[in-house]
């Protein structure tokens, strides 16, 4: 069964997402795809299409919590091919439900974000905390900017992700910075010819501020109640 998220603003970003559900190990799942199409780079934490790249589609894929599969990444290329992605794209996992997703959008940056939060602390945690084995992300960040970044502007972005969520965390009376496996990716302009990408995405740079409201709006409402 295939559903279409409400229609964005512009059709390019995550907002106009795909929600998709399937049936395994005895389980109703979801997924969001984003069938982004040609001319975006993207930096990511992914265990599939992670790092810097030209990617042309975003998977965030639901799985049953306990999951046991070891080989993650095969698993979230199967499901997107399943699902009609083709090429190089980025594949995210989390336990949450996926249905509850956030989405903000503010002057043509786009955020789309699921979050589930039972497993969480600070990131700075006592040297004694057990180190927890590669498991389903629980809040994933997927965010479009509708121009072209530098590499270390794309880091940047994610910083500037990173410090949004964690706002709209602490702003929702959560005592945590996230979870241990949170995963983002953001998505920019592949440079045009002559053109020259915007160096900087911090939080007070114009898109940056603009990445920074969308992503915290998006978090905010894809939390789950208290």
């Not at 965010?143 to 530098?150: D, I, R, S």
């Not at 939080?203 to 409402?221: I, K, M, Y």
């Amino acid at each position: 069964m295939t559903a279409t998220l409400p229609p964005s603003t512009t059709t390019a970003g995550p907002r106009a997402a795909r929600l998709l559900a399937r049936s395994e190990d005895g389980e109703r799942l979801h997924a969001l795809l984003w069938a982004a199409g040609p001319g975006w780079r993207m930096i990511s934490s992914a265990v599939l299409g992670g790092g810097i790249g030209e990617r042309g589609w975003v998977l965030n894929a639901q799985v049953a919590h306990g999951y046991r599969r070891t080989d993650p990444d095969r698993h979230l290329a199967e499901l997107a091919a399943g699902a009609g992605a083709v090429g190089p794209g980025v594949g995210l996992m989390t336990a949450a439900d996926v249905t509850r997703y956030g989405q903000a959008a503010d002057a043509g940056v786009e955020a789309v974000v699921t979050a589930g939060i039972s497993v969480r602390g600070w990131a700075a945690a006592p040297a004694q905390t057990a180190v927890l084995p590669a498991q389903p992300g629980t809040i994933n960040i997927v965010v479009a900017v509708p121009v072209a970044l530098t590499d270390a502007a794309l880091v940047n972005a994610v910083a500037t992700a990173t410090e949004a969520k964690v706002q709209a965390l602490l702003e929702a009376g959560h005592d945590c910075s996230g979870t241990p496996t949170d995963a983002v990716c953001v998505a920019a302009r592949v440079p045009t010819p002559g053109s020259t990408p915007h160096a900087f995405a911090g939080p007070r740079s114009l898109w940056g501020a603009r990445l920074a409201r969308a992503v915290h709006r998006a978090t905010t409402t894809a939390l789950p109640p208290r």
